[in-house]
């Protein structure tokens, strides 16, 4: 069995050397990326040159392709968003200093916290969520809410209502959670918290007690957490003047 990864980097040239005799030797090829085009559906163009050749119908990928599933639909990115990215992925090297102050020129601030809070350690995640907590508290108003205190030193006191997100703090994967899963609650009782896989819509009843050992609030998590997700609404970085903060940092909460 033969796996490649990121297909869409192959050329015509990789598909008649290496993949079609592979597959003329009775190997299982298995080819996962978007052979359409892996930068389509962000931009139509890449530093000037288009990008919106599509190579899944071209008689060379057909004779090596024989099956094909679809998990995923492309979406465009913001444009602003795409030309910083592009250029601190691809532009020339330039200091952390100087690609922070561009990003708070292309993204300025629009209050704090925002909806969803990005930080670098578990200091500023604490110090945000209780503000935000705080806040909406204060714009939700509750008739009456559960609160749970989570053990010390990384957990904290929640505030439990319909609505609230939550994030799972877990070493092992325990039926079906799993660790840095959203939840969204849905309601509570006496004993029992309703919760919603915020991506996949699942439902699962957990106790207080689960909850408060293994949830913390979603309103800020940290930049390991939030590898490969999608959120709505506002976002905001902090720890931007952390010592530890790094470039690879700064890519990946921006993306």
Known sequence: VILCDECSLLTLTDYQEVILPLVALGAAVWLVGDMRNQLHAIGSQWHGEDMTADWSEHPMVISAVGRRLTLTEGHRCDARLFDYLSSLAYGPEQPLGTLLDAARVAFPPRGRPAQTNIVLCHVTRKRVITVAQRRRLRADRPAAYLTLEGPPPMG??????????????????????????????????????????????????????????????????????CQGRQFRGSLALWDTRHPRLSKRHLYTSIS
């Not at 959203?182 to 991506?199: F, G, K, M, N």
């Not at 106790?207 to 408060?212: L, M, Q």
Request: hydrophobic share 35%; glycine share 2%.
């Open 156 to 225: 904290q006191k929640l505030a439990i209502y319909p609505s609230v997100p939550l994030i799972c703090c877990m070493q092992t994967t325990r039926a079906g959670l799993f660790n840095s899963q959203l939840l969204t609650v849905r309601s509570y009782d006496a004993t029992h918290i309703v919760v919603q896989d915020a991506e996949s819509g699942q439902t699962y009843t957990l106790t207080h007690e689960w909850c408060r050992l293994h949830t913390r609030s979603a309103h800020a998590m940290t930049i390991s957490s």
